[in-house]
């Protein structure tokens, strides 16, 4: 009987870390477990995750150089290109990799590599 009560407690904390809410198990004529979790049970972090339906990408620079954006607050598609980095006299040009809306230009002018230049809404 105790290692009956350890296995669904060791189901219990693995439904608890992996976040699950449902879980059914079937083996004919031997065993029949459901388990159901409620919302509310889920750990904070989830929580959280679940009531932001919107994810933000943020885009950064893949070189020094002075960025130049082209569009803001507004509707992108995948492919779009948002900006230009001129460095030497060479452009380069910044495209979103996502369907999404501009939410801001957090850098325009004189850049660093890696240094985050445009935030994006991402639909689906």
Known sequence: MN?????????LELMKEKGWT??????????????KRSVSQLPQEQKIQQEQKT??????????????PIVQHQTIKKG?????????GIEYEI?????GRILSILK????????????IEVSE
């Open 3 to 11: 290692n009956k009560i350890k296995v669904l407690k060791e189901i």
């Open 22 to 35: 449902f879980l059914k198990l079937e083996y004919p004529q031997l065993l029949k477990i459901e388990i």
């Open 95 to 99: 495209k979103s990799h996502v369907n």
């Open 55 to 68: 994810q933000t990408l943020q885009i950064t620079s893949p070189t020094v150089g002075i960025f130049y």
């Open 80 to 88: 779009e290109i948002l900006g230009k980095i001129k460095i030497l």
């Open 108 to 119: 325009e002018g004189p850049v660093e590599f890696g240094e985050t230049i445009v935030e």
